[in-house]
């Protein structure tokens, strides 16, 4: 079985999970960072850069901000009693997540069974060097859309945090000034 099918499935149950509300704490933002650095690890050995290659890389990366970020505004945040922001992926986060790991996944499915010919007319039509240029593009699409949902996740758990923080300790007024 392909190690990428696994990682992609595991990346969906990620995000899936989270239609429950969970906190947002280090191991819901690292975990599927590790995940996709072991992808990384097994799959991104060099970045093709010759003819278009650089072009594929850049707009699958830009796809993959675009889904993470899309992700991450779709996902429901509120301040626990504790303080820690609660995150829940709605059903729009949950599907955007779901279409970026399962393109990815078709992608590879299809490149297997039976659609290799025609993505290799694809690419020498288009100067895209080969399987390695598709493979990086790939992979640092993935790379992309979990890294800029975890930031954006991140920037929002932050900010509001700190604006409820900041609103219990202002001290309110009481007659004039």
């Excluded at 240029?133 to 640092?140: E, F, I, K, N, T």
């Amino acid at each position: 079985m392909n190690t990428g099918y696994v990682i992609n499935a595991i990346l969906v149950l990620l995000v899936a999970r989270q239609i429950r509300e969970r906190r947002l704490d280090l191991q819901s933002l690292v975990l599927p960072l590790v995940l996709v650095a072991v992808a990384a690890a097994n799959y991104l050995h060099a970045i093709p850069t010759r003819g278009n290659d650089v072009v594929l890389d850049l707009t699958l990366i830009a796809t993959g901000i675009t889904l993470g970020t899309l992700c991450a505004l779709t996902t429901h945040l509120r301040r626990g009693s504790d303080g820690v922001a609660l995150a829940r992926a709605g059903w729009i986060a949950a599907s955007l997540w779901i279409f970026g790991c399962g393109a990815r996944m078709a992608f590879a499915f299809a490149t297997e069974h039976g659609a290799g010919p025609s993505l290799a007319r694809f690419s020498i039509s288009h100067s895209i060097s080969g399987a390695d240029a598709w493979v990086a593009a790939l992979v640092l699409m993935a790379l992309a859309e979990v890294t800029a949902r975890l930031v954006v996740l991140q920037v929002r758990a932050h900010a509001l945090t700190a604006t409820t923080r900041a609103a219990a300790t202002r001290t309110p007024a009481y007659g004039p000034a």
